[in-house]
């Protein structure tokens, strides 16, 4: 049971790093504390947001793992957490393997079709070169 629990523990922040990436301004904010640090106030000016709506969207970004709060004094300082990022590229980085091998798989069979024509499998032909095309 130990190790369905930790699946459904990393199904859950996937779960909620997706949701919380699926919002605009969610994003925006991300962007804004990636290089450092920023105050609930500094993101609501940068933003043109309120600092409520700022708030709220900090706070979803939180519970999903994508930032973290430090204070500073009284200051409330949001900076990136990778954790959330991670489990998220965990997640799509299991899709590229198939998608790269069907990529690769109909490459392979466009140039098999086209016998094989090492400029068009390589890119270096003139592809204006037999179109009536002049060449520069």
Known sequence: MGANANAESAAAVVDRGLRALADGNRRAILAAVRDEPRAVGELAGTLALSQQVVSHHL?????AELVEET???TR?????RTDGLVAVRDYLDRFWPTHLARLKAAVEGGARNRGG????EHGDGDASAGRGHPRA
């Open 117 to 120: 024509d090492p400029a068009h």
């Open 59 to 63: 706070r979803v970004l939180r519970d």
């Open 76 to 80: 409330h300082l949001f900076a990136v």
């Open 71 to 73: 204070r500073d004094g």
